[in-house]
Every structure is written in structure tokens, then in C-alpha cells.
């Protein structure tokens, strides 16, 4: 049997059994001039802002701040967030833990029809104004202990996110993943639509190869598989 060689630096690597890592990113305070990293921001729940969290190897204990990067036009955001805005907490406090962990929480609260939809938010706006404001959200109700099956708000939940998916739907592997859940609704009303995407993908005359200059990529072609491979169970099509 033969050993592969390993060079020097490898060898050390594999040895000590670790890869080098870059330097942990220290938690920057976007009120005094603190800057976000690169990294992608995220939808904040119903809201309709996008926001930056900080984060580190996925993990967002740490994070006491939310950017606010984007607000959709028509949204309840609008008019209350603006780009640039940071959260600084909700129901009239600071974040005390996780903040990506703390809205979530206070936006399941604010749906409820206790809360009447109101979501009060610690909102910090450029020239060190801090104040609290509200963004109202449609009042869902409360989640049942046995969500998301029996739940009425899981429905509405999924029956929101389906419509809008339905009339949102695009390629590459969001699309897939966006249409699988067309596919899992199981609603007689996006067949057509979920139809006509899968046989775009896979048309009678498709011809797949394996040179090196094309698009044969595992991610790709992993989700399209799972797309028609679930597509063909549920329909036999």
C-alpha cells in the first residue's frame, strides 16, 4: 500500500489535529462608531427590516446590537425603522443576552392577541437619539403546544410564506428549496407552479456531462436532485 507524503506544514497540522482560524472579531458597538463585518445580514421575522447581528462561527450569543440595513416598502417597519437605525432591545430594555434570540422572542410575544400585535422596540437613530417605538405586526395568536401540527398560527404561518414564495419564485437553490416547500404544502393551488419549475429543470432533452468547465457542482445538482426526487414521490410525474 502506498503513503501519501505529506509536506512539512501538513503533516504539523494533521498531526496536532487542527487547521488555523482566524482571530475571533471583537463585538463592535454600532452606537460609537463601531462597524458591521462583511458578512451577510438577515430578514428580521415579520417585521419587513433586514438587519446585521454579529456573530461568530454561527453563534450570536454575544450580540447586543441589531443594524438595521433594509426596510421593505409597505411593511409594518416602515415609517418606524430606517436604514442605519440599531435596536438596542425591546419592551423598554437593553438586550441582556443574545439579540438575534431576544427579538424573536419579543415578536412571538407581540403577536399574541394579549399583545395585540405591538412590538415595542429600544430604537437607537444617528445623532444619539434613543426611544422607544412600535412596529404592529398582524396579531397571529399563540403558538399550540403541539405546533407546528393542530396550530392555527403555524397555518397562517405557512400559508403567508407560501403565497409569497409562490409569486417570488426564482432560480438557483433558493428557488429549489423555496419550491420544495410549495411541493410540502401539499395545496392543490401552486401544482402548476411547482410543475412547470421542476420539468424547466429537468426537460426530456436534458444532457448532463462531466467536464471540467461545467456546472456539474454538488451543491447545485444536489438540491435540484432532492427537488425531483421528492417532486417524482409526490406525484409520479
Not at 399583545?115 to 399563540?142: C, D, F, I, Q, Y
Not at 410543475?195 to 457542482?217: G, I, N
Request: aromatic share 6%.
Amino acid at each position: 500500500m502506498r503513503i501519501p507524503i505529506l509536506s512539512g506544514g501538513l503533516a504539523l497540522l494533521v498531526a496536532t489535529g487542527s487547521w488555523p482560524l482566524a482571530a475571533r472579531t471583537p463585538v463592535p458597538d454600532l452606537t460609537r462608531g463601531g462597524r458591521p463585518d462583511d458578512r451577510h445580514d438577515w430578514n428580521l421575522g415579520p417585521t419587513g427590516a433586514r438587519g446585521w447581528i454579529w456573530g461568530w462561527n454561527l453563534e450570536t450569543t454575544d450580540s447586543r446590537q441589531i443594524l438595521v440595513t433594509a426596510v421593505a416598502p409597505g411593511s409594518p417597519a416602515e415609517g418606524v425603522l430606517a436604514e442605519g437605525d440599531v435596536i438596542l432591545g425591546v419592551d423598554g430594555k437593553p438586550f441582556s443576552r443574545d439579540a438575534r434570540k431576544g427579538l424573536g422572542e419579543a415578536i412571538t410575544r407581540a403577536e399574541t392577541r394579549e399583545a395585540g400585535g405591538k412590538l415595542e422596540l429600544l430604537r437607537w437613530r444617528r445623532g444619539n437619539k434613543t426611544e422607544r417605538v412600535t412596529v404592529m405586526l398582524p396579531v397571529l395568536g399563540s403558538y399550540h403546544d403541539e405546533s407546528p401540527w393542530n396550530c392555527r398560527k403555524s397555518a397562517k404561518i405557512v400559508e403567508a410564506g407560501c403565497a409569497r414564495i409562490a409569486s417570488h419564485l426564482k432560480g438557483g437553490i433558493d428557488g429549489k428549496v423555496n419550491a420544495l416547500a410549495l411541493l410540502a404544502s401539499g395545496k392543490q393551488e401552486y401544482a402548476a407552479t411547482v410543475r412547470t419549475y421542476v420539468r424547466r429543470l429537468a426537460p426530456p432533452d436534458l444532457k448532463l456531462t462531466m467536464a471540467p468547465s461545467s456546472a456539474m457542482a454538488s451543491w447545485h445538482w444536489g438540491y435540484t436532485n432532492l427537488l425531483l426526487t421528492e417532486y417524482y414521490l409526490a406525484t409520479g410525474d
